[in-house]
């Protein structure tokens, strides 16, 4: 049975997609020699997965020559805060407090995380 496709990033994806945020605009050649040579991915491979970045709208491309040239469509921030909407829908009952508290209890925040948050908590009332 087929994997169901995640609207968010999958590990690889990810990877992908801060080679192109990096470089700004990417051809498959490009984004292949910019991963790590003892992880990197065959050719076929990282075109499949841009192809699935391009149809989550994540990215887009053109075509130069015989080259497609992959453009981020969305900035990081607006990534992560698709991931913190999904995971806010899907993992804590569509509960930003749910989530904030799990975050609390379960990771260790330094103090100046800790203080970050009181003001942030402060100036958005």
Known sequence: MARKKTPTLTEAESRLMEVVWEMGEATVNEVVAALPEGNR??????LTLLRILE???YLRHIKEGRAHVYRPHISRNQARRQVVRHMVRSFFNDSPELLLLSVLENEKLTAAEM???KKMIQTSK
Request: aromatic share 8%; charged share 25%.
């Open 115 to 117: 203080e970050r948050l």
């Open 41 to 46: 991915p065959a050719y076929n491979t990282v």
């Open 55 to 57: 149809q989550k709208g």
